[in-house]
């Protein structure tokens, strides 16, 4: 059957072992992560491929890891992981664990086969991780989940909590943060910590479409949920929501309010795109959180989702319900080339200073 694949771009902000008070990582690069982590899966028993444990961890989502195809030549990563659900919203596809914690290869649909053997449910996510252009993609299928949050936890939580980092001693605070030793460090006990953070990718500042609506923007827009009755962790202007006396408003009738905030501004290029990669929505579907920009003349607003840097694929999927990494990967590799070009220009850009830096109002 044919396959539509959607990709979001996410740069990786920081991947690797940070002190609390400087800014460059001191080992575990993203290929170093790639690498442990890959190390750390193989031959495991699959229910231990979650770092969480599920009656202490509640509140993470469950998070299998299915398969990471290491690509030597590039240096990519191609992982197929199995986000834990349990909802109803489409099918659930299933691995039967064997006697030896090892999962069936073929997967089943909950659909379509019952079984009473041990078997996690979930759906599939895909991740490709890209070292030479510093960034990662996340390929949506119909049948697939994308969950950025999700990854970016299960990726720190296999380092801090499962991970044997051999030149490292870790311990855990009452608050859950993991901290880190260096062996031959003795001078700075437990001052590091791992971090892990993405974000996600506009087009690049060269890119014409994102050129001309810069030049029409007249105001921002930015959209939040905002909890009535739980205490906002969030910084900024919403912080400070629950102060205000709206009419019509109470905390009987719902526990969230979606709120909406325009500011008039003519940002450069550059701000545009950095306003998008930090507060753009990277959800599946449209939904109220995002950024957006009112055009000239006050009568078109363009959300940040519509200038991601993202791409499609097509491939066949022979028939299978959850994809091989391998397979996956070298159908990836026929656009790679393309898909990366304009990242690696605008990280060129950057490293040099000479990317776009004024739009015209």
């Not at 992982?79 to 659900?85: D, Q, R, Y």
């Not at 759906?123 to 119909?142: D, G, L, T």
């Not at 299978?320 to 220009?345: C, V």
Request: with cysteine.
């Amino acid at each position: 059957m044919l396959q539509s694949g959607h990709i979001n771009f996410f740069n990786v902000d920081k991947c690797g072992i940070y002190s609390f008070v400087g800014k460059e990582p001191k080992g575990l690069d993203l290929t170093e992560t790639f690498l442990k982590l890959s190390e750390w899966v193989e031959g495991r028993d699959y229910e231990t491929t979650n770092p969480w444990d599920r009656k202490s961890d509640r509140n993470k989502t469950p998070c299998y890891c299915n398969q990471i195809h290491y690509d030597e030549k590039t240096g990519d990563f191609l992982l197929v992981l199995l986000k834990g659900e349990n909802d109803k919203s489409g099918p659930l596809y299933g691995f039967v664990i064997g006697p030896d914690g090892k999962p069936e290869k073929t997967p089943i649909k909950q659909t379509e086969k019952k079984t009473k053997k041990k078997t996690i449910w979930g759906r599939p996510c895909y991740y490709w991780v890209i070292p030479e252009a510093n960034c990662i993609a996340s390929i949506k299928f119909e049948n697939s989940r994308c969950d950025s949050t999700m990854f970016q936890e299960w990726v720190s939580g296999c380092i801090d909590l499962r991970v044997d980092l051999p030149d490292m001693k870790k311990i855990s605070t009452t608050t859950g943060l993991v901290r880190i030793q260096f062996t031959d460090d003795e001078e700075n006990p437990y001052k590091y910590h791992y971090k892990f953070d993405m974000s996600l990718r506009s087009l690049s500042t060269t890119s014409a479409p994102l050129q001309e609506m810069v030049s029409k923007i007249t105001h921002i827009i930015r959209r939040e949920t905002v909890s009535l009755n739980v205490k906002n962790q969030r910084e900024g202007w919403v912080k400070h929501f629950g102060h205000l006396v709206l009419p019509y408003t109470s905390h009987q009738d719902g526990k969230s309010r979606k709120v909406e905030l325009t500011v008039e501004a003519r940002p450069t290029v550059a701000e545009a795109k950095e306003i998008i990669e930090k507060f753009g929505s990277s959800g599946e579907a449209s939904g109220w959180d995002d950024v957006g920009f009112v055009l000239e003349g006050g009568t078109k607003t363009v959300w940040a989702r519509s200038y991601r840097h993202s791409e499609n694929i097509s491939l066949d999927d022979d028939g299978n319900d959850i994809l091989d990494a391998e397979f996956l990967y070298k159908t990836l590799t026929h656009y790679r080339a393309r898909f990366i070009a304009p990242i690696l220009k605008d990280n060129r850009d950057a490293s040099t200073g000479t990317g776009t830096g004024t739009g015209t109002a």
